[in-house]
């Protein structure tokens, strides 16, 4: 039902900014949420943040708050990431995702992008 598409990752210097993009198409219902997940080889996916398609709220992994910021455009289907002060620890490969249930668990999401690489140099 839903196609989810990243973009934006790359190489940062330490202390620089990213801006992920994920572009959706295909039947998005109000009620779903969308997420940021990462995953680092040999390591679990991580939870990095959500927002309702239609509503405000927000929520954060604990390593990234008040650095990382989810938000979405509705008009042109997209949401985003925006990643300050990046850390060399923020390296990982990023998904995006949606769902019916917000959750800080993958298991919580049925739609997911094929990642994006994101890598911070130290």
């Known amino acids: 039902q839903v196609q989810l598409v990243e973009s934006g990752g790359g190489l940062v210097q330490a202390g620089g900014s990213l801006r992920l993009s994920c572009a959706a198409s295909g039947r998005i219902f109000s009620n779903y949420y969308m997420a940021w997940f990462r995953q680092a080889p040999g390591k679990e996916r991580e939870f990095v943040a959500a927002i309702k398609w239609s509503g405000a709220n927000t929520d954060y992994g604990d390593s990234v708050k008040g650095r990382f910021t989810i938000s979405r455009d509705n008009a042109k289907n997209m949401a985003y990431l925006q990643m300050n002060s990046l850390k060399p620890e923020d390296t990982a490969v990023y998904y995006c995702?949606?769902?019916?249930?917000?959750?800080?668990?993958?298991?919580?999401?049925?739609?997911w992008g094929q990642g994006t690489q994101v890598t911070v140099a130290s």
């Open positions: 995702a949606s769902g019916l249930v917000r959750g800080s668990r993958p298991g919580h999401y049925n739609y």
